[in-house]
């Protein structure tokens, strides 16, 4: 990586709700307590969890620490000049979600809204989320195939 990233993380969830504005800070980008909780509800409502499970469970901890390691990937491909544009995190989005829908008999526009809705994006988030993963994945595949044993 060109420069090191830094992270700042606040350990615990309960200090996050208490009213600490961001619960990770990540080379710069804060996550606040309104991302997390965001996250946290659309993989309960995914999950089909009540939020007493969720908590028992740690879902609030394994998404904070997901999406940590989601930023961090998306900023080291970032920094490797590894970039995805709108146009591919779309047609990913469109052949790994849409399609199955439609197959489904779903309409097109109601399966892409449905599925805004099942993970609590917009579109523009949507896409911006994807385009990080997929850099991310492509960073992980370039250094993967590119490492060897000695």
Do not use: C
Request: hydrophobic share 45%; net charge neutral; aromatic share 6%.
């Amino acid at each position: 990586m060109a420069r090191a990233t830094t992270i700042r993380i606040t350990t615990t969830i309960t200090a996050a709700l208490a009213g600490i504005a961001a619960v990770a800070t990540i080379a710069g980008d804060k996550m606040t307590v309104i991302e997390l909780d965001r996250l946290v509800r659309a993989t309960m409502t995914q999950q089909r969890l009540s939020q007493t499970e969720a908590y028992r469970n740690g879902l609030p901890q394994q998404i904070l620490d997901q999406e940590i390691n989601a930023r961090i990937f998306s900023r080291a491909a970032r920094d490797a000049g590894l970039f995805v544009d709108n146009r591919s995190a779309a047609q990913f989005v469109r052949n790994a979600f849409i399609e199955p829908l439609v197959a489904q008999g779903v309409h097109e526009e109601d399966a892409l809204q449905y599925m805004l809705r099942s993970v609590g994006m917009s579109e523009g988030e949507l896409l911006a989320s994807v385009r990080g993963q997929m850099a991310a994945e492509n960073l992980i595949k370039a250094v993967s195939f590119g490492a060897y044993a000695p």
